[in-house]
């Protein structure tokens, strides 16, 4: 294995637990397309109708500047685990907060659009090609839809593993599972998604 | 698939991933070797893959490097920074990025951009110095450039003073340090130090474009600056090379949207230096301004964002005449515009293109109508032109219309501008411009064609019998009627007039030959199919007289034209039902084109459409040896991306294909046919970005829409519609005389069936609508033309698609009314075509969902009086015996039947058509068995008819 070296990342949050506000906005930048298309895929019910995935996201970024403080950087993953598990937090508040107030329906705004998706899509693919900016609507609601159907954990910790990209290591010390586990639970969820991806555009037999 | 399968394939897609995750895709292609289930494993693989799903594994391993981390991820590629374990040295590898699963297509890609690089040698292209492949595919090694990307210095240089040098602050603020302060390009004022960039930029791209390299992806992420003030071009995973296969023929546009030209984003294929010249214009437009530039099309005048403060100092010049929206316009050479920057770097002035004075008096006379008023009179005088003999009503006086010329003049004039036609002085020039010009070729010889036959001179004849052929080609594929009839009226008696003077070298004869092919197709859009006949006999006849007078160079090219037109006299005498004439005239196209061997591809298309007609025709022994044949050829054509296939026949051949597998009616025809037919609509569609006014285009295109629509009708009604109202948009966008033709015509109603065919599951109200609306359309197109079993036949099933949407919409009455309509269209369509298994099978259907439709009313009277009426008009064909037979037998055992009088008619009914099916003999293997089947149940009837009696 190669030796480990620093990443811009690890610079970044030195610099930020150091004090410095032009490194920690870095930070957030860097980590803001990763964390809008966590919050989409990861309350499909939440963001869309209700509230704007940006909003909840600058929401989130906000208490992580408040909260810094708090942070003890442990490593690679560290950070991106803590600004997931505040996403988690505002999305259950929000939920709870609409539920609440039983908002009426018609000031519910339609948020999306096919260039949101694509944005979402580029967040986590790294790739924005025109071609994925075209199919990107089709392609996100099928996957919103599919990792809706494979249920709660098994979407949370693909969200975390995939998307997030929070190493295996970290996830399985946030849950307090060995590592083995959340790889094995992992990849059951990817192939139960990819299963349902795939039953979804088998072509219906002809009557 | 079972669910214990379905379980079993999730558990073997887990640890794929698993094996992915630690080994590679190497790992898990052997894994995965002889698993019977490796297709679906495959297939989930590649949609985690297709969703960024699969995780990137640790850097891959290089025998010989050592890979440390990271430096970049693109569309296809990664590249990794790496020591070169044999020298020490620091180099840059670039791999498949690992995520995406097992793609043949990116390794080829990856394969050739290591060739293509491999033989560009220069000093701004980063050089290939190692290349290899590894378990992930192949994989290169390039010496690593410590420097930053424009696009990286674009972020930073706002936040820069506007200090000696923007360029060296911004790297420095980017992190790259120990810059060489005396290098040129730190040296310079930032509009020179721009020019000086795009100057390297340029020059590499002149030796790429001399080896026949186009990069296709210039932009500012592409291009590094390193401390010491060089310029590097990087990435040529894009870059088409014109010595290797064109593997993304048939691709959407590849390339930053924001640099692209209008050609490449319109998708075209035929891109050339310029494109490249666009992109490194937009590039230096957004060092300038901070901005690419605004997307134009081609009709736009400048790319150029209001309000852009462009560079002072000639950069502005040269980056304008970059990034103009027409490629005829630009530098045509990346030479030109290096040489041109140099001289903004050199403080000289530059010497942009100039644009060339016929484009820009075209601009003025569309900018101002007014002016073309001379020509539009003088073109009125023209349409009404008469040979000797003609002209019955009076015209008006040419001497009055439009300028004058001497003879010699309008001689000049009119080769200057058939020239700019021929040739479009090196670019391409656009069929507006091309109508523009032959109209006013006509208009300088105006004077000279006004008088009788024999005395126009020899050399306006000649020329303007060129400008009306082409007028009237153009304005055929424009749609413009009026004109092209004309065109062609006073096109063919000038050609004749030319062949009585004895002008039959073989450019006339070749030339008559494509207006006689013109006329013919004129004629067949019309559904005036024996004139069509007539004219294509007539082409044919000419390219056969030129060929032995022309020169040896042209005989390919008229080969191809004479096997085409055979081909389309082929097609005519198919559609007025001369199916043996048209079978002859098949064969010798298909000879013709077999005797020249650069015309395969054209071979096995003829090939195709003959299988087709036999397929159709009911002709199953021969179309299947045909289709060995062709079936093969066309889809390894079509998969071999070196065949050189041009886009028209490419179309031909998934036609061809989609149709066969819709004629042998296969069970799988859903999902066999669904890809080729999208990829005709993706064709036809770029045939349209590409001729906007071309509406032969927009009606093939519609057709092409309305395929793939009625396609996707049965398993995606949205879809499908959505897919039907682009075709119908597409129709109504026509000229109004185009509601003449009759392809528009048929079109629409085919459109509005397939509409309500997507509909009946989704609104079958709405679906009775649209099938309404395509019956009267239909109807009105056969009452317009001599009446033709295929339109008759396609008549039937629009009416049974109707009653379907009445039956779905709880009216049966109506749908009994409409169904016995069908079954007479198709009735009648027999009458004309005997031998059409369509027609008979369409006439079964009518007849099994009439009597289900009965039943379901409970009116077994009227389903007697049906049987019998089609017991009588088939009364003398032995194969609809049978099956009427079996439906009568149907009826007298079906336990609802009430044991009187009409379980007597029933049971004579079924004795009546055994007896007329088993003395027609036996005539094939099937009638054998058919017989049999008959024989038994004829003793079965008579038993029944005789306790019958007793009772």
């Known amino acids: 294995m190669p030796p480990h070296r620093p990443t811009q990342e690890d610079l970044l949050i030195e610099r930020s637990l150091a004090g410095d506000p032009a490194a920690l906005q870095g930070l957030l930048v860097r980590n803001l397309p990763t964390l809008e298309t966590y919050i989409r895929l990861r309350s499909p019910d939440l963001v869309g109708p209700r509230e704007s995935v940006t909003d909840l996201a600058q929401s989130t970024c906000r208490e992580i500047l408040e909260n810094l403080d708090r942070f003890q950087h442990g490593g690679e993953g560290h950070f991106r685990a803590w600004l997931y598990e505040t996403a988690d937090r505002k999305l259950k508040n929000r939920r709870r907060h609409n539920h609440a107030q039983r908002r009426d329906v018609k000031r519910v705004r339609p948020m999306d659009s096919a260039h949101d998706a694509a944005r979402h899509l580029a967040g986590f693919r790294g790739v924005h090609t025109p071609s994925a900016h075209a199919e990107a609507r089709e392609e996100l609601d099928e996957l919103v839809d599919c990792l809706d159907e494979i249920g709660e954990e098994p979407r949370r910790l693909i969200l975390l593993a995939r998307i997030a990209k929070i190493p295996h290591r970290v996830i399985a010390e946030r849950q307090k599972m060995s590592e083995a586990t959340v790889r094995q639970a992992l990849h059951r969820a990817l192939a139960a998604l990819a299963e349902r991806i795939a039953s979804r555009r088998r072509p219906e037999p002809p009557s | ?951």
């Open chain 2, 1 to 951: 698939m079972t669910q214990s399968d379905t379980n079993y394939v999730q558990d073997l897609v887990a640890h794929c991933i698993d094996l992915f995750d630690c080994e590679g895709a190497g790992g898990v292609d052997e894994f995965l070797a002889d698993n019977p289930h490796r297709l679906e494993v495959r297939e989930h693989l590649a949609i985690l893959s297709d969703n960024g799903l699969l995780s990137p594994p640790a850097p891959p391993s290089i025998q010989g490097y050592e890979l440390s981390y990271r430096i970049g991820v693109g569309g296809m590629g990664e590249v990794w920074a790496a020591n070169d374990l044999r020298t020490g040295t620091s180099v840059a590898i670039k791999t498949i990025r690992c995520d995406l699963f097992n793609s043949p297509r990116l390794i080829k890609r990856l394969q050739r951009e290591v060739e293509t690089v491999a033989r560009l040698q220069h000093e701004v292209i980063v050089p290939v110095i190692d290349s290899g492949e590894n378990v992930l595919g192949p994989w290169f090694a390039m010496p690593r450039v410590l420097g930053a990307s424009l696009e990286c210095l674009l972020n930073v240089l706002p936040g820069v003073s506007q200090g000696a040098s923007p360029l060296a602050l911004a790297l420095e603020q980017a992190g790259i340090g120990d810059l060489d302060q005396d290098a040129k390009l730190f040296s310079l004022d930032y509009a020179r130090s721009v020019a000086y960039i795009g100057a390297s930029v340029a020059d590499a791209l002149a030796t790429a474009h001399a080896a026949g390299v186009l990069h296709r992806d210039i932009k500012p992420s592409n291009i590094l600056i390193t401390p010491k003030g060089e310029v590097r071009l990087i990435d040529f995973g894009l870059a088409r090379d014109e010595l290797q296969s064109r593997m993304t023929a048939t691709d959407s546009p590849m390339g930053s949207l924001a640099y692209m030209p209008p050609e490449q984003r319109a998708g075209m294929q035929d891109l050339d230096a310029t494109a490249d010249i666009h992109a490194l214009g937009a590039t230096l437009h957004e060092l300038v301004t901070g901005k690419p530039p605004r997307p134009q099309d081609e009709r736009g005048t400048s790319g150029s964002n209001p309000g852009d403060d462009l560079a002072p100092g000639g950069l502005n010049i040269v980056i304008e005449a970059s990034i103009r929206p027409q490629r005829k316009h630009r530098y045509s050479s990346a030479a030109q515009l290096r040489d041109d920057l140099e001289r903004v770097v050199a403080k000289n002035s530059p010497r942009p293109p100039r644009i060339p004075l016929i484009h820009r008096s075209m601009e003025a006379v569309r900018r101002h109508p007014a002016l073309a008023l001379g020509i539009a009179l003088a073109l009125g005088a023209l349409l009404t032109w008469g040979l000797r003999g003609k002209a019955p009503q009076p015209r008006p006086p040419v001497q009055n219309l439009g300028p004058k010329f001497s003879m010699e003049e309008a001689a000049k004039l009119a080769r200057r501008l058939s020239a700019i036609d021929r040739r479009g002085l090196g670019k391409k020039v656009t069929l507006e411009e091309r109508l523009e010009i032959n109209r006013a070729i006509l208009t300088f010889y105006a004077p000279f064609l006004d008088r009788a036959d024999k005395d126009i001179p020899k050399v306006a004849l000649a020329d303007a019998s060129v400008a009306m052929k082409t007028l009237a080609q153009l304005n055929y594929t424009c749609g413009s009627l009026g004109e092209t009839d004309q065109a062609l009226e006073n096109g063919l008696r000038a050609y004749k007039e030319r062949l009585r003077r004895g002008d039959e070298i073989g450019q006339t004869l070749a030339e008559f030959a494509a207006l006689e092919r013109t006329a013919a197709l004129r004629s067949a859009s019309l559904k005036q199919l024996d004139e069509s006949i007539k004219h294509f006999r007539n082409s044919a006849g000419y390219f056969r007289r030129a060929r032995p007078k022309l020169d040896r160079s042209k005989h390919n090219l008229l080969d191809r034209r004479l096997a085409g037109t055979l081909g389309e006299l082929a097609n005519a005498h198919r559609l007025i039902g001369q199916v043996e004439e048209s079978l002859a005239v098949w064969d010798t196209a298909i000879s013709m084109a077999d005797s020249n061997p650069k015309l395969q591809a054209l071979a096995i298309s003829l090939r195709g459409r003959k299988m087709l007609v036999l397929r159709a025709k009911g002709r199953a022994r021969e179309a299947a040896s045909l289709q060995e044949l062709c079936v093969t050829a066309m889809k390894r054509m079509l998969e071999d991306p070196e065949s050189g296939l041009s886009r028209k026949q490419r179309i031909d051949f998934l036609q061809v294909l989609a149709q066969d597998i819709h004629l042998s009616g296969q069970n799988r025809s859903v999902s066999d046919s669904g890809p080729y037919l999208a990829e005709v609509v993706k064709l036809r569609r770029l045939d349209l970005v590409e001729q906007p006014k071309h509406n032969v285009a927009r009606v093939t295109l519609a057709l092409a829409l309305s395929n793939y629509g009625a396609h996707l009708a049965r398993h995606d009604p949205e879809g499908a519609t959505e897919q039907l109202q682009q075709s119908l948009r597409l129709l109504d966008e026509l000229p109004k005389e185009h509601d003449k033709l009759a392809d528009v015509e048929s079109t629409r109603s085919l459109v509005l069936n397939n509409l309500s065919i997507a509909q009946l599951r989704l609104d079958p109200s709405r679906a009775a609508k649209y099938s309404e609306q395509a019956i009267s359309a239909l109807k009105e197109l056969i009452e317009s033309q001599p009446a033709q079993a295929e339109s008759l036949s396609m008549l039937g099933g629009f009416l049974q698609n109707h009653a379907n949407a009445l039956m779905d919409s709880n009216r049966p009455r109506e749908a009994v009314e409409v169904i016995l309509e069908a079954i007479d269209a198709q009735e009648r369509a027999f009458a004309l075509n005997k031998r059409s298994l369509r027609i008979r099978s369409t006439l079964r259907v009518h007849l099994d969902e009439l009597i289900a439709l009965y039943a379901a009313l409970n009116d077994p009277v009227s389903t007697v009086s049906l049987l019998k009426r089609v017991e009588t008009f088939f009364e003398n064909e032995p194969e609809e015996q049978r099956w009427i037979a079996e439906l009568y037998w149907k009826q007298a055992r079906s336990p609802e039947q009430p044991r009187d009088a009409h379980a007597k008619v029933t049971l004579e009914g079924t004795l009546r058509c055994i007896r007329r099916a088993l003395n027609a003999g036996v005539e094939s293997p099937i009638s054998i068995a058919a017989n049999s089947r008959l024989s038994g149940l004829l003793l079965e009837a008579q038993y029944l008819e005789l306790i019958e009696r007793k009772e």
